[in-house]
């Protein structure tokens, strides 16, 4: 038997259920939704959770349309899954947790007896080292991104390698490989020896299928590779960012953002352009590095010092 919160699995069964963190302000016990799939046959467990932060619903549609394609019966080892992390922001479709105004992805390991960010994180964190391999599924927030897959051990890490061909497996073409900061999932569980990668999957308002799709064919990816089911699946090469610079604004007014997303950028090119509400130019930005255009901000209007654009920069081939 395998058992996450109330889900309980024989081999060759799944099951869904709540793992109680604590309650809500009436006073009601609450949840995280879920699931375990025990495969008939002895192998690996793979970790996977989504919604760390709640507006990010990407992997929340990752894992509805992984879920009902998983046969235990062809499985080896045991899938734990929790659909939703950040309950409280979930409710209220927000990427913060609005009871302590905390980001998830910044109280791991947690504390059981801590905040209500810290006791979720404790609750989850919990099953991700009771994991081999761990996949924490975010995306770019609101903002548009490229996929990509960040590894945030740092290249020092002793896992670092283990959690560099986790990400090179989930395959979304683009890898940023860059220590990140404390209290993320993705370097909190490399420390308890658990290869973690935290999968970016687009940015947007809601979903975005070709970002889900990405993420289903990147959890596929991992199955096939780490021996979870039948079948075989060959790595290719990815695009590795090591740098990641971000850009803001030196004036208010309208931004014209000039390359694509996903397009090489080269140093002194033109980011964008900001004009005034008039339509006068006020101010024109331009790439202090060369790299891949990654990331930017949905809506056009900016304050001065307001986050525009990054660019992930010392690019290799790994
Ligand atoms: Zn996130």
């Not at 038997?1 to 609450?30: C, H, I, N, Q, Y």
């Not at 979720?120 to 599924?137: E, P, W």
């Not at 096939?224 to 699946?233: A, C």
């Not at 090489?264 to 891949?292: H, M, N």
């Amino acid at each position: 038997m395998v058992t996450f919160g109330t889900a309980t699995a024989a081999p060759g069964e799944k099951d869904t259920g709540r793992l109680e963190v604590g309650e809500t302000r009436d006073g009601s016990t609450f949840g995280l939704p879920v699931a375990v799939v025990n495969g008939v046959d002895d192998g690996r467990t793979l970790y996977i959770q989504a919604a760390s932060d709640g507006d990010e619903l990407n992997g929340v549609g990752v894992i509805q349309r992984t879920l009902p394609q998983l046969d235990p019966t062809e499985l080896s080892g045991t899938i734990l899954v929790c659909g939703v992390v950040n309950y409280h922001a979930f409710q209220v479709a927000e990427h913060r947790n609005p009871v302590d105004d905390t980001k998830m992805n910044r109280a791991y390991p947690g504390d059981k007896t801590g905040t209500s960010s810290e006791r979720i994180a404790a609750a989850t964190f919990n099953a991700a080292i009771s994991a081999d391999y761990v996949l924490d599924l975010h995306q770019g927030s609101t903002s548009q991104m490229i996929d990509e897959v960040r590894v945030r051990c740092g290249t020092r890490h002793r896992l670092h390698e283990e959690c560099l061909e986790l990400a090179k497996v989930f395959g979304c073409g683009y890898i940023l490989d860059q220590k990140g900061p404390d209290g993320q999932l993705a370097r909190a569980a490399p420390d308890e020896g658990v290869p973690t990668i935290d999968p970016e999957l687009g940015g947007c308002v809601g979903w975005d299928e070709q970002s889900i799709q990405r993420g289903v064919d990147g959890v596929f990816n991992v199955l096939h590779y780490y021996g979870f089911l039948d079948g075989h699946h060959d790595t290719r090469p990815q695009t590795r960012a090591s740098g990641f610079e971000q850009y803001g604004s030196p004036v208010g007014g309208l931004i014209d953002l000039k390359p694509d997303l996903g397009d090489r950028v080269s140093r002194g090119e033109t980011l964008f352009e900001v004009t005034d509400v008039f339509g006068e130019p006020k101010a024109e930005i331009t790439a202090d590095s060369s790299g891949v255009f990654w990331r930017a901000r949905r809506l056009p209007q900016v304050a001065t010092g307001e986050y525009v654009c990054s660019v992930g920069t010392n690019i290799d081939t790994y």
